[in-house]
Protein backbone atom coordinates (compact mmCIF):
# COMPACT_ATOMS: atom_id res chain seq x y z
CA UNK A 1 0.00 0.00 0.00
CA UNK A 2 1.97 3.49 -0.92
CA UNK A 3 1.72 5.72 1.16
CA UNK A 4 2.93 9.56 1.02
CA UNK A 5 3.89 11.99 3.25
CA UNK A 6 4.53 15.62 2.35
CA UNK A 7 6.53 18.47 4.04
CA UNK A 8 4.98 20.99 6.18
CA UNK A 9 2.90 24.23 5.66
CA UNK A 10 4.96 26.78 4.45
CA UNK A 11 5.27 30.86 4.07
CA UNK A 12 7.11 32.83 1.59
CA UNK A 13 7.52 36.12 0.12
CA UNK A 14 7.16 37.32 -3.26
CA UNK A 15 9.86 36.55 -5.71
CA UNK A 16 11.33 33.74 -3.46
CA UNK A 17 11.10 29.43 -4.21
CA UNK A 18 9.88 26.86 -2.63
CA UNK A 19 10.37 23.05 -2.21
CA UNK A 20 7.85 20.81 -1.07
CA UNK A 21 9.03 16.92 -0.56
CA UNK A 22 7.19 14.13 -0.62
CA UNK A 23 7.95 10.70 0.96
CA UNK A 24 7.11 7.55 -0.44
CA UNK A 25 6.77 4.15 0.91
CA UNK A 26 4.99 0.93 1.30
CA UNK A 27 5.36 0.25 -2.49
CA UNK A 28 8.32 -0.49 -5.33
CA UNK A 29 9.27 3.03 -7.02
CA UNK A 30 11.51 1.58 -9.54
CA UNK A 31 8.82 2.48 -11.88
CA UNK A 32 6.69 5.11 -10.50
CA UNK A 33 4.55 8.51 -11.49
CA UNK A 34 4.48 10.82 -9.31
CA UNK A 35 2.39 13.96 -10.10
CA UNK A 36 2.00 17.48 -8.43
CA UNK A 37 -1.06 19.07 -8.15
CA UNK A 38 -2.18 22.34 -6.49
CA UNK A 39 -5.55 23.94 -5.27
CA UNK A 40 -5.81 27.35 -4.30
CA UNK A 41 -7.97 28.37 -1.52
CA UNK A 42 -11.63 27.92 -2.27
CA UNK A 43 -10.84 26.65 -5.79
CA UNK A 44 -10.50 23.20 -8.22
CA UNK A 45 -7.23 21.08 -8.88
CA UNK A 46 -4.48 22.29 -11.33
CA UNK A 47 -1.90 19.90 -12.34
CA UNK A 48 1.51 20.80 -12.28
CA UNK A 49 3.24 18.09 -13.74
CA UNK A 50 4.88 14.61 -13.32
CA UNK A 51 8.11 12.83 -12.86
CA UNK A 52 8.23 9.32 -14.90
CA UNK A 53 11.15 7.06 -13.41
CA UNK A 54 11.05 4.48 -15.46
CA UNK A 55 11.64 7.28 -18.89
CA UNK A 56 14.23 9.50 -16.40
CA UNK A 57 11.57 12.19 -17.80
CA UNK A 58 9.63 14.98 -16.22
CA UNK A 59 6.59 16.79 -17.85
CA UNK A 60 5.30 20.27 -16.99
CA UNK A 61 2.40 22.09 -17.76
CA UNK A 62 3.09 25.18 -19.90
CA UNK A 63 1.92 27.28 -17.63
CA UNK A 64 4.43 26.28 -14.88
CA UNK A 65 7.40 24.93 -17.33
CA UNK A 66 9.10 28.34 -16.53
CA UNK A 67 8.74 28.17 -13.02
CA UNK A 68 8.80 24.40 -12.00
CA UNK A 69 11.48 21.56 -11.27
CA UNK A 70 10.33 18.22 -10.28
CA UNK A 71 12.55 15.73 -9.02
CA UNK A 72 13.44 12.34 -7.57
CA UNK A 73 15.74 11.08 -4.84
CA UNK A 74 15.67 7.10 -5.54
CA UNK A 75 17.60 6.58 -2.58
CA UNK A 76 15.33 7.75 0.37
CA UNK A 77 11.92 7.85 -2.26
CA UNK A 78 11.69 10.98 -1.95
CA UNK A 79 10.50 13.60 -4.29
CA UNK A 80 10.58 17.20 -4.71
CA UNK A 81 8.19 20.00 -6.52
CA UNK A 82 10.29 23.58 -6.13
CA UNK A 83 8.49 26.60 -7.50
CA UNK A 84 10.49 29.51 -7.91
CA UNK A 85 9.49 33.26 -8.42
CA UNK A 86 6.43 33.20 -6.10
CA UNK A 87 3.83 35.06 -6.45
CA UNK A 88 0.96 35.82 -4.44
CA UNK A 89 -1.88 33.58 -6.28
CA UNK A 90 1.17 30.48 -6.01
CA UNK A 91 -0.26 30.28 -2.28
CA UNK A 92 -2.40 26.97 -2.61
CA UNK A 93 -2.16 23.65 -1.27
CA UNK A 94 0.40 21.55 -2.88
CA UNK A 95 -0.60 17.58 -3.42
CA UNK A 96 1.83 15.20 -4.52
CA UNK A 97 0.00 12.03 -6.00
CA UNK A 98 1.00 8.49 -7.29
CA UNK A 99 0.46 8.03 -10.67
CA UNK A 100 -0.71 5.03 -12.33
CA UNK A 101 -0.30 4.37 -16.71
CA UNK A 102 -2.54 2.22 -19.18
CA UNK A 103 -0.21 -0.40 -20.75
CA UNK A 104 -2.39 0.52 -23.82
CA UNK A 105 -1.85 4.24 -23.62
CA UNK A 106 1.25 4.33 -22.58
CA UNK A 107 2.97 7.42 -20.44
CA UNK A 108 0.71 10.15 -22.63
CA UNK A 109 -0.92 10.26 -19.39
CA UNK A 110 -1.87 9.08 -16.13
CA UNK A 111 -4.62 8.86 -13.30
CA UNK A 112 -3.76 9.37 -10.22
CA UNK A 113 -4.27 7.67 -6.34
CA UNK A 114 -3.33 7.70 -3.48
CA UNK A 115 -2.92 11.29 -2.84
CA UNK A 116 -0.59 12.85 -0.14
CA UNK A 117 -2.10 15.05 2.85
CA UNK A 118 -1.29 18.07 1.05
CA UNK A 119 1.07 20.92 1.82
CA UNK A 120 0.14 24.55 2.31
CA UNK A 121 2.10 27.17 0.69
CA UNK A 122 1.12 30.59 1.47
CA UNK A 123 2.81 33.94 -0.29
CA UNK A 124 2.56 37.01 1.51
CA UNK A 125 4.92 39.88 1.70
CA UNK B 1 -4.70 21.70 -24.58
CA UNK B 2 -7.98 19.52 -23.29
CA UNK B 3 -10.68 21.43 -21.34
CA UNK B 4 -12.90 19.74 -19.51
CA UNK B 5 -16.04 21.05 -18.34
CA UNK B 6 -18.46 19.27 -15.28
CA UNK B 7 -22.55 19.85 -14.65
CA UNK B 8 -23.78 20.82 -13.04
CA UNK B 9 -21.65 23.11 -10.71
CA UNK B 10 -23.79 22.14 -7.32
CA UNK B 11 -25.80 19.55 -7.08
CA UNK B 12 -28.27 18.96 -4.16
CA UNK B 13 -29.96 16.01 -3.17
CA UNK B 14 -31.50 13.67 -0.25
CA UNK B 15 -29.91 10.64 1.33
CA UNK B 16 -31.26 7.68 -0.95
CA UNK B 17 -31.29 9.91 -4.12
CA UNK B 18 -29.92 8.53 -7.61
CA UNK B 19 -27.45 10.54 -8.75
CA UNK B 20 -25.73 11.80 -11.79
CA UNK B 21 -22.82 13.93 -12.49
CA UNK B 22 -21.60 14.95 -15.85
CA UNK B 23 -18.41 16.03 -17.16
CA UNK B 24 -17.47 16.89 -20.97
CA UNK B 25 -14.17 17.22 -22.75
CA UNK B 26 -13.62 19.61 -25.75
CA UNK B 27 -11.75 17.05 -27.58
CA UNK B 28 -12.29 12.73 -27.92
CA UNK B 29 -10.06 11.20 -25.29
CA UNK B 30 -12.00 8.15 -25.39
CA UNK B 31 -11.97 6.29 -22.08
CA UNK B 32 -9.17 8.30 -20.76
CA UNK B 33 -11.05 9.16 -17.51
CA UNK B 34 -10.75 9.50 -14.05
CA UNK B 35 -13.02 10.98 -11.25
CA UNK B 36 -12.00 11.85 -7.81
CA UNK B 37 -14.21 12.40 -4.44
CA UNK B 38 -12.76 15.25 -2.22
CA UNK B 39 -14.28 16.37 1.25
CA UNK B 40 -13.30 19.96 2.66
CA UNK B 41 -9.96 19.91 4.12
CA UNK B 42 -8.83 16.15 2.75
CA UNK B 43 -7.00 14.67 0.15
CA UNK B 44 -8.77 13.49 -3.09
CA UNK B 45 -9.56 10.27 -3.49
CA UNK B 46 -8.82 8.24 -6.94
CA UNK B 47 -13.07 6.55 -7.15
CA UNK B 48 -12.76 5.80 -11.30
CA UNK B 49 -10.49 5.10 -13.70
CA UNK B 50 -10.75 4.37 -17.55
CA UNK B 51 -14.30 6.14 -17.35
CA UNK B 52 -15.90 2.97 -15.88
CA UNK B 53 -13.33 0.90 -13.98
CA UNK B 54 -13.69 0.92 -10.34
CA UNK B 55 -10.77 1.43 -7.66
CA UNK B 56 -10.16 -0.83 -4.82
CA UNK B 57 -11.97 -0.13 -1.77
CA UNK B 58 -14.77 2.07 -3.79
CA UNK B 59 -18.64 1.04 -2.73
CA UNK B 60 -20.22 -0.08 -5.57
CA UNK B 61 -22.81 2.44 -5.75
CA UNK B 62 -20.39 4.41 -7.75
CA UNK B 63 -20.18 3.77 -11.31
CA UNK B 64 -18.64 5.67 -14.15
CA UNK B 65 -19.77 5.67 -17.93
CA UNK B 66 -19.24 7.36 -20.87
CA UNK B 67 -17.02 7.77 -24.15
CA UNK B 68 -15.39 10.07 -26.70
CA UNK B 69 -16.09 13.54 -25.09
CA UNK B 70 -19.31 13.18 -22.62
CA UNK B 71 -18.95 10.98 -19.15
CA UNK B 72 -21.03 10.34 -16.34
CA UNK B 73 -20.43 9.62 -12.50
CA UNK B 74 -23.73 7.82 -10.69
CA UNK B 75 -24.20 7.00 -7.41
CA UNK B 76 -26.87 4.76 -6.78
CA UNK B 77 -28.18 5.68 -3.87
CA UNK B 78 -26.61 8.66 -2.30
CA UNK B 79 -25.24 8.06 1.37
CA UNK B 80 -24.69 10.51 3.95
CA UNK B 81 -20.48 9.89 3.30
CA UNK B 82 -21.17 10.90 -0.08
CA UNK B 83 -21.74 14.73 0.39
CA UNK B 84 -18.06 16.05 -0.85
CA UNK B 85 -17.23 17.33 -4.07
CA UNK B 86 -16.48 15.62 -7.15
CA UNK B 87 -13.79 16.07 -10.01
CA UNK B 88 -12.87 14.33 -12.72
CA UNK B 89 -9.95 14.34 -14.94
CA UNK B 90 -9.16 13.36 -18.69
CA UNK B 91 -5.32 12.05 -19.30
CA UNK B 92 -5.04 10.97 -22.91
CA UNK B 93 -2.90 14.31 -23.33
CA UNK B 94 -0.83 15.07 -19.28
CA UNK B 95 -3.93 15.62 -16.86
CA UNK B 96 -6.36 18.71 -16.89
CA UNK B 97 -9.23 18.41 -14.15
CA UNK B 98 -12.87 19.77 -14.42
CA UNK B 99 -13.49 22.48 -12.04
CA UNK B 100 -15.66 20.14 -10.18
CA UNK B 101 -19.19 19.29 -9.07
CA UNK B 102 -20.14 19.95 -5.28
CA UNK B 103 -22.82 17.34 -4.17
CA UNK B 104 -24.47 19.17 -1.01
CA UNK B 105 -27.77 18.15 1.27
CA UNK B 106 -31.02 19.65 -0.28
Known amino acids: QVQLVQSGAEVKTPGSSAKVSCKASGGSFSNYVIGWVRQAPGQGLEWMGRIISFMDKTDYAPKFRDRVTITADTSTSTFYMDLSDLRSEDTAIYYC??????????????????WGQGTLLTVSS | DIQMTQSPSTLSASVGDRVTLTCRAS??????LAWYQQKPGQAPKLLVY???NLQKGVPARFSGGGSGTDFTLTISSLQPDDFATYYCQQYISYATFGQGTKVDLK
Open chain 2, 50 to 52: QAS
Open chain 1, 97 to 114: AFGSISVRLGPRGAWYGP
Open chain 2, 27 to 32: QDISEW
